[in-house]
């Protein structure tokens, strides 16, 4: 079993449409808990930090939940642009980080 | 501005010759990683340094070696032992040690290195 997992997709949803990934991670101990988006062939870089308390920023919201060890990432009025692949990442410590396989997400017009 | 710069972008090696793929943060951070990401999957930890002249195996370390003489700089060599080094090699660095950082643990990427052996 993998330490982080996701739903691979691929996901492919009209325009203005609500998506939701979800991730689950194994380690009980693991401290912190990160979104990355990754374009196609590039690096991949930070979207939002996940708080036990759930964080949003604009159409992206993110939760966590410790007790079932899972993560999600909500994106509401998707856009063309949101076209990517989106990687769970989990901190278990000292910045030792696990990335799941990523979902990736079409945006269609 | 401050960033981490991978090089060479691009590179080809015949099997059974080593590469080194460079590294340079110019961000002050203590921590940096060497990455690497296979088709269709995520990023698999090969080696990180926490701290000068010291680094850590990762996952996926076999037929890898590194240095850190230098905060700045943390080289990755793919040595001819590397049953499968064609991959994308993405180095990222990080603050280690706790100062106050609302971000503590982000993880900040150069664009990487893709190899591929003929």
């Known amino acids: 079993r993998k330490e982080v997992e996701q739903d691979p997709g691929p996901f492919n949803v009209p325009e203005g449409a609500t998506v939701a990934f979800n991730c689950t991670y194994s380690?009980?101990?693991?401290?912190?808990f990160f979104w990355y988006r990754q374009d196609c062939r590039k690096e991949p870089k930070l979207l939002m930090s996940v708080y036990s308390s759930g964080n949003e920023d604009g159409r992206f919201t993110a939760q966590l939940n410790r007790a079932s060890q899972y993560i999600s990432l909500l994106i509401r009025d998707s856009k063309l642009s949101d076209s990517a692949t989106y990687l769970c990442?989990?901190?278990?410590?000292?910045?030792?980080?696990?990335f799941g396989d990523g979902t990736t997400l079409t945006v269609k017009p | 501005d401050g960033g981490i710069t991978q090089s060479p972008k691009y590179l080809f090696r015949k099997e059974g010759q080593n590469v080194t793929l460079s590294c340079e943060q110019n961000?002050?951070?203590?921590?940096m990683y060497w990455y690497r990401q296979d088709p269709g999957q995520g990023l698999r930890l090969i080696y990180y340094?926490?701290?000068?002249?010291?680094?850590q195996k990762g996952d996926i370390a076999e037929g890898y070696s590194v240095s850190r003489e230098k905060k700045e700089s943390f080289p990755l060599t793919v040595t001819s032992a590397q049953k499968n080094p064609t991959a994308f090699y993405l180095c990222a660095s990080s603050v280690f040690r706790d100062r106050g950082l609302a971000n503590t643990g982000e993880l900040f990427f150069g664009e990487g290195s893709r190899l591929t052996v003929l």
């Open positions: 340094s926490q701290i000068v002249n010291d680094f």
């Open positions: 961000l002050n951070h203590d921590a």
């Open positions: 990442v989990v901190m278990a410590w000292a910045g030792k980080s696990t």
């Open positions: 380690n009980s101990a693991s401290q912190s």
